[in-house]
């Protein structure tokens, strides 16, 4: 708690900072770079972010799907394909909505930020505007402005931001200046119509991310949580198409497969974190867990189950119901089905559910506890 | 236009607040074999020579042999609305064992370094006679320094039990592990 506190305290002077920054003349990267060629000020930027991508390898924050990898980094690729791959892109094993790009070229892109967008236009519109972060040199700019930087980061270093300590994370990822963003949602929105994207899913992205947001009423302080700066890119974007609004590719299909095993885990990450208002807002829309395999509805099953307000228990078993008929081989079912009939005394059917669990699944890594509650079972049916 | 003034004004609020924090908590050191928390909730036996943290809850014991970052005990007993703060989530005496733990792993991934942690073991347990469950998680820090951290935890009708002991895996987790699962075997509910 404290340690949100501290940050809230930061994010919050931070913001009072950067709110009277200007922006300077720096132009933008027009090829890759290497640090040898930039002026110390921003060697000094990319070793810390550097330093930045090292530390989230190192607390294994990355997520470990190279197809998808590969997949975001052909669709960066394409957006700026002068920079030939210096914008490297790489995803976080978080189910947040958050994307991000660091001074050196490292654009990160949350996984529950992924699974949450419905075609490779809206990726690439997310990608489009983090790219055009780095390409436009923000976060030297940013510096730059913040000049009396020394208040800022005394402020900083004393409190201990827990990610890196630093000026440049914080803006990377709870965003920059006003102008610096909407210059970053022109140059995205050019980049994404050079592209042959559909230019009209910029703004139902920011859109879609916003009723999203709301939705969960969530907390979290990042750029692509936050209502007001969401609100800004769909004005920015609504501008932008009155000028031209041009249809081009969506790229679901190749979307969908590319990310069906990220959507999972993110389900996976959201349940492991008690998220459940999150994956019942994602499942319970009929049109999106189409895009789900069969078994999906045993994630909103335990979602209910989880949260377990009024009425939860009877829309989990609903859940779970679908999920055996769509998929009677999907074992985890019957664990949670198990579950809810031992919650409710109802022993033989709480037995029958566990017993078809370990049948289908031997080597369980809960085997322990579904035992543990056969025996109990077993004691109360007196057997 | 925001002046530095301004700035150092707030930062002085900022500080002052963060030592306002700090200030109640002092360490002394263990000279008793048994403990008992400060409300009478529990005792158990611990190591003597280690420093326990006092001043900051009654509901729980924190000691340490080497200074928190190297190694650490706790043990906490929080009533049910308590239980899982980062969650804003309560327990319920009646919560099966899998549910313990699965609140238990969320409550751990909410602290932001142990976000991405892997789960070494889950399983029953007996605590001293109470049935619950063990978990024992690894991550790691920014530095790439391994934790691991070992939790036993039941419910009964007031409350959340939690006994835990955190150590770097290299080196410093095995030395004191046993004397962690005499700590446990040893807790004992007033």
């Not at chain 2, 391994?146 to 939790?151: A, F, V």
């Not at chain 2, 895996?169 to 004397?179: K, V």
Request: proline content about 4%; overall charge negative.
């Amino acid at each position: 708690m404290k340690c949100r506190f501290q940050l809230g305290v930061l994010t919050l002077l931070y913001l009072i900072v950067v709110a009277c920054a200007v922006t300077g003349s720096v132009q933008p990267y027009s090829a890759p770079k290497q640090i040898a060629d930039l002026s110390e000020e921003e060697s000094r930027l990319w070793h810390q972010a550097d330093d930045m991508d090292a530390q989230l390898a190192k607390r294994g924050a990355l997520y470990a799907d190279a197809d998808l990898t590969s997949y975001l980094q052909g669709i960066m690729d394409g957006l700026y394909p002068e920079l030939d791959g210096a914008i490297r892109v790489n995803v976080i094993k978080a189910p947040t909505l958050n994307a991000f790009a660091l001074p050196n070229g490292s654009v990160y892109f949350h996984l529950g930020m992924l699974a949450r967008l419905q075609n490779e236009a809206q990726v690439a519109t997310v990608l489009a505007h983090e790219g055009a972060h780095f390409v436009n040199r923000h976060s030297l700019r940013q510096m730059r402005t913040v000049k009396s930087g020394t208040a800022a980061a005394q402020v900083i270093n004393i409190a201990g931001v827990p990610l890196v300590g630093d000026l440049i994370a914080i803006s990377s990822m709870y965003g920059y200046s006003r102008d610096l963003e909407r210059e970053a949602d022109r140059v995205g929105w050019d980049r994404l119509v050079a592209a042959g994207y559909d230019s009209r899913e910029a703004a139902r992205t920011f859109e879609h991310l916003l009723a999203e947001a709301k939705a969960l009423d969530t907390k979290e302080p990042f750029f692509f949580s936050s209502d007001p700066r969401l609100a800004e890119r769909i004005e920015s974007f609504r501008e932008l198409e009155r000028g031209q609004s041009v249809g081009g590719s969506l790229g679901r299909h190749q979307f969908l497969t590319m990310t069906a095993n990220a959507r999972i885990d993110t389900l996976e990450e959201d349940l492991g974190r008690d998220r459940c208002e999150s994956v019942i807002l994602v499942l319970s829309d009929r049109d999106r867990i189409d895009e789900y395999p069969p078994y999906a509805f045993y994630y909103l099953g335990e979602a209910y189950r989880r949260r377990g307000d009024e009425g939860d228990r009877e829309r989990a078993i609903e859940a779970f119901q679908k999920a055996l008929e769509a998929a009677p081989d999907f074992a985890p079912t019957y664990q949670a089905l198990g579950e809810i009939y031992l919650k409710d005394k109802d022993y033989v059917e709480a037995r029958t559910h566990f017993s078809t669990y370990l049948r289908l699944t031997p080597e369980a890594a809960d085997r322990a506890y579904v035992e543990r509650y056969l025996e109990i079972i077993q004691k109360e049916l007196g057997q | 236009m925001i002046t530095n003034r301004y700035i150092m004004v707030s930062l002085l609020i900022v500080t002052t607040l963060m030592i306002e924090g700090c200030a109640q908590v002092t360490w002394v050191k263990v000279d008793k074999p048994t403990i008992t928390s400060s409300d009478k909730t529990f005792s158990a036996e611990v190591p003597t020579g280690w420093v326990q943290k006092v001043g900051e809850t009654d509901q729980a014991i924190y000691i340490t042999r080497d200074g928190p970052l190297i190694e650490f005990v706790e043990l906490k007993h929080a009533d049910h609305e308590h239980a899982f703060p980062e969650l804003g989530k309560a327990s319920q005496p009646d919560l099966l064992d899998s549910e313990l733990a699965d609140l238990l792993l969320a409550e751990l991934r909410s602290d932001e370094v142990m976000e991405h942690l892997e789960v070494i073991e889950n399983a029953p347990a007996d605590i001293s006679g109470n049935p619950g469950i063990v978990v024992q998680v690894k991550f790691r820090t920014d530095f790439g320094l391994q934790y691991e951290r070992r939790i036993y935890a039941f419910l009964n009708q007031e409350g959340l039990c939690t006994l835990t002991y955190q150590a770097p895996s290299l080196h410093y987790l095995p030395l004191y592990a046993d004397q962690f699962e005499a700590t446990v075997a040893s807790f004992q509910l007033k």
